[in-house]
């Protein structure tokens, strides 16, 4: 079993800062790719900003330059700092990871989802 504990969101106002925390625990072999997904109430969840195992980045148009994704492999922890925070960032923040899990000689790849961390930006 493996879980995804999200921490770091909150109330902030127009141009300031926040950075979302995602830690992975359980069985795990490796992890491949992590990242951030939103969802703003009425909207579909969209990517944010994803992470692979060796470091390459991609980001959403609307938070390049603003927003930097990060990860910790020895810690299986995934970061993101928002920086230039506007109020249409307001939305429910999901860490995502693709988990690899050791059974037996067998690897098998699944995603795995956080339960979620709300980020209000204020006008």
């Known amino acids: 079993q493996v879980q995804l504990v999200e921490s770091g969101g909150g109330l902030v106002q127009a141009g300031g800062s926040l950075r979302l925390s995602c830690a992975a625990s359980?069985?795990?072999?490796?992890?491949?790719?992590m990242g951030w997904f939103r969802q703003a109430p009425g909207k579909q969840r969209e990517l944010v900003a994803s992470?692979?195992?060796?470091?390459?980045?991609n980001y959403a148009d609307s938070v390049k330059g603003r927003f930097t994704i990060s990860r910790d492999n020895a810690k299986n922890t995934v970061y993101l700092q928002m920086d230039s925070l506007k109020p249409e960032d307001t939305a429910v923040y999901y860490c995502?990871?693709?988990?690899?899990?050791?059974?037996?000689?067998?690897?098998?790849?699944?995603?795995?989802w956080g339960q979620g961390t709300q980020v209000t930006v204020s006008s």
């Open positions: 995502n990871a693709a988990v690899v899990v050791a059974l037996g000689w067998r690897r098998h790849e699944y995603d795995y």
């Open positions: 359980g069985s795990i072999f490796s992890i491949n790719a």
């Open positions: 992470i692979t195992s060796g470091g390459s980045t």
